[in-house]
T-cell receptor
C-alpha cells in the first residue's frame, strides 16, 4: 500500500534547466512534507520541507509547491547543476514524525 | 559530534544465519527508526522507537526485532536471514513532538543474504 506516489522514476535534465518531481498523497492526516536528497553510497539528507498551511516554499534554487485540495506537492530545482545529480525522495508524516512514508524515489541526472 | 553511525557497512549472510545491525546516535534524539531501501520501493519503515524501552512496528516488521535499552543505541536483529532481506538498511534519528521533525540518517548497511 503506497500512500505517497512519486513520479517520474528517473529524470534527465540539461545543465541550467528546471527539474520537476511530483508527489501525491492519500492520507489527509499528513501535515509535514519533506524532500530528501541522497547521493550514491550515502544516507538521505533533508533538502527542504513544507507544511500544508503554505502553498509554496523556496530555499535557494529549490522550491516546493503544495496543492492541498489536490493532495499533491512537487519539487522544482531551478538552474539544475551536475552536482544536483542524486536520488530525491518525497515523504509525508504527522507532527511528531512517528511514521514517515516515503515515495519510491526519483533518480535525477543533470547533463553538463 | 558523530551524528548517526551504523556498523557494519557491508555484510554477507547465508540463509538462516542471524545477525545484529548496530545503530548509535550522539544527538540525544528520542526518536530512532530503521528503514530498508530497495530499488523502486523507496524507504520503508521497519521498526521505530520514541524512547528507551519503547518500540513499535513500521510498515515491514516481519523477520526483524529491535530493542531500545538506551537513548543512544537502537540495534536491529535478523533472527533467521532470508534472501528477501537483501537490502540496504538505514537507521535514522530525530527529535519528536516538534514542528520540524527532520530525520538524520546514518550511512547505511548493505546486506546480502545468499
Amino acid at each position: 500500500q503506497q500512500q505517497v506516489k512519486q513520479s517520474p522514476q528517473s529524470l534527465i535534465v540539461q545543465k541550467g534547466g528546471i527539474s520537476i518531481i511530483n508527489c501525491a498523497y492519500e492520507n489527509t492526516a499528513f501535515d509535514y512534507f519533506p524532500w530528501y536528497q541522497q547521493f550514491p553510497g550515502k544516507g538521505p539528507a533533508l533538502l527542504i520541507a513544507i507544511r500544508p498551511d503554505v502553498s509554496e516554499k523556496k530555499e535557494g534554487r529549490f522550491t516546493i509547491s503544495f496543492n492541498k485540495s489536490a493532495k499533491q506537492f512537487s519539487l522544482h530545482i531551478m538552474d539544475s547543476q551536475p552536482g544536483d545529480s542524486a536520488t530525491y525522495f518525497c515523504a509525508a508524516s504527522n507532527t511528531g514524525g512517528f511514521k514517515t512514508i516515503f515515495g519510491a524515489g526519483t533518480r535525477l541526472f543533470v547533463k553538463a | 559530534n558523530a551524528g548517526v553511525t551504523q556498523t557494519p557497512k557491508f555484510q554477507v549472510l547465508k540463509t538462516g544465519q542471524s545477525m545484529t545491525l548496530q545503530c548509535a546516535q550522539d544527538m540525544n534524539h528520542e526518536y530512532m527508526s530503521w528503514y530498508r531501501q530497495d530499488p523502486g520501493m523507496g524507504l520503508r519503515l521497519i521498526h521505530y522507537s520514541v524512547g528507551a524501552g519503547i518500540t513499535d512496528q513500521g510498515e515491514v516488521p516481519n523477520g526483524y526485532n529491535v530493542s531500545r535499552s538506551t537513548t543512544e543505541d537502537f540495534p536491529l536483529r535478523l533472527l533467521s536471514a532470508a534472501p528477501s532481506q537483501t537490502s540496504v538498511y538505514f537507521c535514522a534519528s530525530s527529535l519528536w513532538g516538534l514542528a520540524d521533525n527532520e530525520q538524520f540518517f546514518g550511512p547505511g548497511t548493505r546486506l546480502t543474504v545468499l
